[in-house]
């Protein structure tokens, strides 16, 4: 158990942190003036009573080049719950900087989840050592747990758990917890396993608190329990730890035998990136982390823009194709942007609705059509008060009826097709097992850009509005 | 605790779900079928095994008219756990169809935090008429919680808690849970108090499990703990839970008397909600549900794209201001939306990333000044090789390098305003508390059409590339 936890107390709030629970600019800048000074001692006074979290924070809010000196300062607080808690960058970094035996001292006093997390990242012949200088037992447990592939169940899990057989009472498990020392003292959950070591069932501990001596584990487990495949993508794991409201649940290989567990607070922060990582994908914005060095982000970010280069020309091609009628009433450049314009908004809105509902598994393929009718309705009165707006606008402030309906009716036709893309090309992705946050945009932004073009100047041509 | 959880394995899939734990069309139909064919009997043996968390997926994924009929044939599979795991719209639906005492009935079942969620989106007069059913105890409880601000975390509390005093021992603790029938099962710490109610500590069940009976409680818990403040807003508390990495936590009142607990699984949603809420706000979709009636999603979402009708205006002026340059040459009106697309693009996955960092409490005023400079390199770097690759493209298409070299500089300096937009504007909205994934877009849209245009063709005009 962690023992630097921190009191917060609405009456008494940590002098260290703002209302947000972020440490304050003063305090970080207090540390950092200490160190800079070289007076060491100073900066350890000022980051000891910190909680582990935020020590870690401490670290990412000091500019990089500062991080050696600051580590240094404070490096008996920089333990494995700090280690855990840190930006996967800020720590890949410190951890290159240390020696083996000192990632393998930090590594053997962490569950196993906490240790895979810290070497995962390191190079091949880095992690080899550190496992080399590790204790066999660890070090066979953190191997099992490398063999899984990334971003599994397997990687995530701890080997540390407790279970019992069915027919020990609750007095025989008591005994059992109270007499083992070297039983871990973090569960939530006890495990309940038949002799060949597969989950019949789950206890919480406080059913276990209520029950007299006398009773057999079989008599307080619950039967049905939500079992986590090894091989399981840890979306998935998250998913299911969010629909069924775990806490804990046991991991077991594909003969069904119990090999780990995994707890709600190894969960809690995939299930915030899973879910904050669709914003990220949608723009094309990579990882999106701020820690991540410029060239990382510069040659993620620059390949969706080189990407949406090429379906700008395809706009702009269409947009050519209509040059004669733009040179005849040059008022239409000025227009059409904004037909383009709205419709993008309009397709936006619709994918982002639709991005959430598959990654938060609302919809599936018993609602698509109802979904797919759901837009189209939005679509229309969307377009239609939109379409009346720009068209009376249009029309009163070029004295020009006509142009008012053309215009009318191009954002009225763009905002329905933008509807429809931005409801069908993700749930087409979806189809298609391709993640539809990463591509969607793409395609919805081509096709109301083009459409609007498209629209309004072929009306405008058609209707004889020019020449 | 619930009876009803299913057994999921790898080895044994459940027939109603698929891979990602979702009910299968074939299986919504069967049942949905049954209820059509009035075989209520048959509905009911199909919905009988599945999860509470499934049972609610099955009535949200049945078409809206078809409900009614569904919920008749499975009423009372309709418990309150599934009513807590229903979506916001179908639940209020569904709950506005029940009596008062129907509601009361559920609601007595369910913990507070369950309860006020049913209750609270109920009308006043409903509301009343529901707490008047419920016995003194439930209702008082009920009518605190109501009184607490919505999205507060004493509306998100269990007042069902186990709170022992300091100088209890772990066998006094033990018996005490033991023998008092009425405490509740689900809890996961115990709370240790002073006499005034205010907490001193909390214990986590397997501490209390792996210690001998004689020893005092003031010796098992942990001192340092997190409270909540029973008015602080659920985001800020799903932060804290996510921070922490707690399982539960105390929530007290304004004197520091404990008033209520909560857990993790009453978070873990929320962690979701908010992190996903960011790109329905950046998008402009308001609450972005598909449950929700197509009118409330139609007002929400016209006021976003009649706002950006207005941005989309002060760009088309811009370009007015240029007709004489267009007409002149008329390209220029195909060419420009591209420097403006990609602007925004570029504006965009800045904005996503820094919307992201500031809601996981990554960007303090510590590091912005860093994060605004990494923002700048990164641009740069980007606009160099977009302007090159488009520079070169209409140079050699064209057979013009003065056009190429417009497009090149102004596509070059439309990227850098786009990603000085796409961190400033959202860091100043934070400063200003506002929220920055809901205004954020306009304004980096309108800044980058807007500069696009206007660098563009400004560039084109001056440069004497035309006339």
């Excluded at 997390?117 to 880095?126: L, Q």
Aim: charged letters at 20%; a negative charge; one cysteine or more.
């Amino acid at each position: 158990m962690s023992e630097t936890e921190l009191q917060m107390d609405s009456s008494a709030p940590e002098p260290q942190l703002d209302e947000d629970d972020r440490l304050r600019p003063e305090f970080v800048h207090a540390v950092l003036d200490a160190v800079h000074a070289g007076d060491s001692a100073r900066a350890h006074t000022l980051a000891e009573p910190l909680h582990p979290a935020d020590i870690a924070d401490l670290v990412e809010l000091a500019p990089t080049e500062e991080r050696a000196a600051l580590v240094a300062a404070i490096a008996d607080l920089i333990d494995g719950d700090v280690l855990a808690e840190m930006n996967d960058w800020v720590r890949e970094a410190l951890v290159e900087s240390l020696t083996a035996t000192q990632v393998a001292d930090i590594a053997a006093e962490l569950d196993t989840d906490d240790a895979v997390a810290i070497i995962e990242d390191m190079d091949v012949e880095d992690q080899r050592e550190v496992l080399r200088a590790l204790d066999p037992d660890d070090r066979a447990a953190i191997e099992e747990a490398l063999s899984y592939p990334e971003e599994s169940a397997g990687r995530l899990m701890q080997r540390e758990l407790i279970a019992v057989p069915e027919h020990w009472t609750v007095g025989d498990v008591l005994d059992y917890l109270r007499k083992n020392e070297d039983l871990t003292t973090d569960f939530w959950e006890i495990f309940v396993v038949d002799p060949a070591h597969k989950p019949v069932g789950t206890c919480q501990l406080s059913w276990v608190l209520r029950t007299p001596r006398v009773v057999s584990m079989g008599d307080v487990m619950k039967r049905e329990q939500t079992l986590i495949p090894v091989d399981m993508d840890q979306e998935e794991v998250a998913l299911r730890f969010q629909k069924y409201a775990l806490i804990s649940a046991a991991v077991i290989d594909p003969s069904g035998r119990l090999v780990g567990m995994i707890t709600v607070d190894d969960v809690v922060h995939i299930i915030s990136e899973e879910a904050g990582e669709d914003i990220l994908r949608l723009s094309g914005a990579g990882e999106g982390d701020i820690n991540e060095p410029v060239v990382d982000s510069y040659k993620g970010r620059v390949r969706w823009l080189l990407t949406n280069l090429l379906t700008a020309l395809v706009a702009a091609t269409i947009i050519s194709l209509f040059e004669g009628t733009i040179q005849k009433m040059v008022a239409l450049a000025a227009l059409m942007p904004i037909v383009a314009g709205v419709g993008g908004n309009a397709g936006t809105q619709t994918m982002a609705v639709t991005v959430r509902a598959l990654a938060t598994n609302q919809l599936t393929q018993s609602n698509t059509l109802r979904a797919i009718r759901r837009e189209i309705s939005i679509a229309v009165l969307n377009g239609l008060t939109v379409a009346c707006v720009i068209g009376t606008a249009v029309g009163l402030f070029f004295h020009h009826a006509a142009l008012g309906g053309v215009i009318a009716a191009a954002m009225l036709t763009n905002i329905v097709i933008a509807g429809l893309a931005g409801v069908i090309v993700p749930l087409t992705l979806d189809r298609l097992k391709a993640d539809p946050a990463v591509a969607s945009s793409i395609f919805v932004t081509m096709t109301t850009d083009s459409m609007g073009f498209l629209a309004f100047l072929g009306l405008a041509t058609a209707s004889g509005l020019v020449g």
